[in-house]
């Protein structure tokens, strides 16, 4: 186990890696510079400022000091907000995008799940189609349309929730719901076919036939093993979820990663960019790691190392 | 003998989209105190119907008893709410299925599906069902018993894990174990171990057991009863000399001719030519009229009545009416 954690680490780096530098291969690449904007400056400030930046240097000297600015984690000041740094933004930022996500995700597992064996078990039954119906909507409706909707319905026209901003719980309820609706509703299709496939396995007619109650076995028996292909597609929601809080906050105007990471691609502010890119796909892989850890656990027949032959 | 189990004119249909079909069809059989009954008969006659029938583990919808009542112990399982027969199954009646492969949660340990029927119905502590976890696994054959409770059903064989399946059923020492095809999915030598392992454990516990097979040897190894089920209905019962020597019904005769022989010089097999009836609708007469040589024109449209050759021995067939003796005798 613990020498699949280390060759998974080094692997993460590799990738990290590659993420990186493809960053720096694409902003190079995009016209213009931070000080393009920037009418009254002249030439020899321009010049000035790139060499502050260390922007006039060859081009594989500033892809080293990235590096190096990566390796100590220290991204230096932001090119567009000289009295901040990088750290600062993201130290900022970071905490409710993450609020938010971890929000996102828990409300799509459980409900999505719930959702789900509510409707294998009900299987062609009303309820059953009334959550596929709803589950149908949710993956059809785009996580914007939703939140537009929201914020005019519920916000506005009944005024029960506040519209915008991220200061206490009732403001978290409509982006939360906004965003956790498409996963949720992946999730629960996913579950109710493994339910559906899992429930007419010969072990759960075994847990039936040992005169267990149908809690158990739907809880104990089937859902673990119908969970597997959801722990899987885990992964692909958690990026999807990271990409829809850019979205979500720029709507709800909440005060998020995504803002900056937006704003610093527009304004080529390449420190913010580099730490921002860094810093979501770090967050990203490590994500995807704890996905597979947590595949292991609930299915003992996969394992991290071989030991001996089988 | 006291009769453990009576069923009675036991009904079970399915609704399908295509029609209601008619699985199981007025069966009657009894079944004494550590006796085993082999219910034999081919692919889709309604021998599984029948034994999930008793544990109530037919799904409903589709499936349904319409009528009749198996008497467990003098009463009507069939009349049970669903609550009170979960306290029946597993404790007074237990099952084993056809294939251990996928018979056994992959996801938790032997342990725990050993010790979980228990802890649900007898309320013991973690320790005292720990303990009668390992002594069902020396009872079963499986060595190292206190290592082997931590493992998952992927780290054995086909053969222990059927052995794992049987110390499940047992744990709650029932009184009635139905097998269904036991020993179906596994190698001949290991069928032959998990056989030996059925009978050892009749004489230790003196359990009553239901045997579901196609597979006649294993019926001739260790049936006391057989009966012989064809498109829903108990065609033929006997004790296990009366149906192996004298079988009356050309159905079982036919079943016995198409099993390999070795004391014969013939190497070519006897089928039974055509097909099993459709269970959407049933034939009026004997279901096995349109494959029997000896198919007279009364079999297509009555059903024969049960004829009682000895006590043990009945069979329903028309060719045991008096007068289709004589016909036979001019013929």
């Known amino acids: ?55 006039d240097e060859p081009y594989h000297i500033q892809y080293l000091l990235y590096l190096k600015s990566i390796v100590t984690f220290d991204f230096g000041p932001s090119i567009k907000q000289p009295n901040q740094s990088v750290n600062d933004l993201l130290g900022r930022g970071f905490p409710i995008s993450f609020e938010l996500g971890m929000m996102t995700i828990i409300v799509a597992v459980i409900s999505g799940i719930i959702l789900g064996i509510i409707a294998s078990l009900k299987h062609n039954g009303f309820i059953d189609y009334l959550a596929m119906g709803l589950a149908v909507l949710g993956i059809s409706i785009p996580n914007f349309i939703l939140a537009t909707l929201l914020i005019q319905q519920i916000a506005v ?106 704003e610093s691609i527009n304004q080529r502010d390449y420190p913010v960019i ?34 001996g032959g089988e | 003998m006291e009769k453990i189990l009576q069923v009675e004119n036991l009904h079970v249909t399915f609704s399908t989209y295509g ?18 009954l082999a219910i034999v008969g081919e692919s889709g006659c309604g021998k599984s119907v029948t034994s999930n029938a008793i544990m109530r583990l037919i799904p409903n919808p589709p499936g349904k008893i319409t009528n009749g009542s198996i008497l467990f112990k003098g009463q009507d399982l069939a009349k049970f709410s669903e609550k009170k027969m979960r306290s029946i199954r597993g404790v007074d009646i237990s099952m084993i299925f056809q294939d251990p492969m996928t018979a056994l949660n992959p996801t938790l340990t032997i342990g725990t599906q050993l010790m979980e029927g228990l802890r649900e119905h007898q309320n013991v502590s973690g320790d005292r069902a720990k ?23 992927h780290q054995f064989s086909g053969g222990m894990r059927q052995r794992i399946v049987i110390a499940i059923a047992l744990i709650c020492e029932p009184d009635l174990l139905i097998a269904d095809e036991p020993t179906t999915a596994l190698d001949v030598t290991i069928q032959a171990q998990i056989l030996e392992l059925f009978e050892k454990i009749q004489v230790k516990t003196g359990i009553s057991i239901i045997l579901i097979t196609h597979d006649l040897g ?6 006391d009863r057989i009966a012989v089920m064809y498109a829903g209905k108990i065609i033929e019962t006997g004790t296990k000399r009366e149906i192996f020597y004298k079988p009356q019904h050309p159905y079982t005769k036919g079943l016995l001719n198409s099993v390999p022989r070795l004391d014969l010089k013939e190497a070519r097999l006897t089928p039974i030519d ?17 494959r029997c040589p000896f198919a007279m024109e009364v079999c297509d449209k009555v059903y024969p009545e049960n004829t009682e050759l000895t006590g043990s021995h009945q069979v329903n067939c028309w060719l045991q009416d008096e007068r289709a003796k004589q016909l036979i005798k001019v013929t």
């Open chain 2, 131 to 153: 303990e009668k976890a390992i002594e069902m696994m020396d009872l079963v054959g499986i060595s190292n018993p206190p290592e082997r409770l931590k493992q998952y059903p």
């Open chain 2, 274 to 290: 055509g097909t099993p009836p459709d269970l959407f609708s049933p034939p009026k007469g004997c279901p096995f009229t349109a």
């Open chain 2, 218 to 223: 294993v019926v001739a190894k260790i049936a």
């Open chain 2, 19 to 36: 029609g209601t079909v008619k699985a199981v069809r007025g069966v009657d059989f009894h079944l004494n105190e550590g006796e085993t």
């Open chain 1, 274 to 307: 580099m730490g921002t890119t860094v810093f979501y796909s770090a967050f990203l892989i490590l994500m995807l790691f704890l996905v597979d850890i947590a595949y292991g656990i609930l299915d003992p027949r996969i394992k991290f190392h071989k030991k």
């Open chain 1, 1 to 55: 186990m613990l020498k699949y954690i280390f060759k998974r680490f080094g692997i993460m780096l590799v990738t990290l890696w590659i993420i990186i530098t493809l960053t720096f291969i694409l902003m190079i690449n995009v016209p213009g510079s931070p000080f393009n904007s920037d009418q009254s400056s002249n030439e020899t400030i321009q010049a000035n400022l790139e060499a502050h930046y260390n922007l």
């Open chain 1, 157 to 262: 026209n009944l005024e029960i929730l506040p519209t915008a901003t991220w200061s206490s719980p009732a403001h978290m309820i409509l982006p939360v719901t906004a965003l956790a609706t498409g996963p949720m509703a992946i999730i629960a299709r996913l579950t109710r076919s493994t339910m559906l496939e899992v429930l007419t396995q010969d072990y759960i007619k075994m847990a039936k036939a040992k005169g267990l109650s149908p809690w158990k076995i739907v809880f104990k028996h089937a859902l673990r093993n119908a969970l597997m292909p959801v722990v899987t597609i885990m992964g692909t929601l958690l990026a999807g979820i990271l990409t829809g809080t850019f979205v979500i906050e720029q709507i709800f105007a909440i005060p998020g990663m995504g803002k900056y990471f937006v």
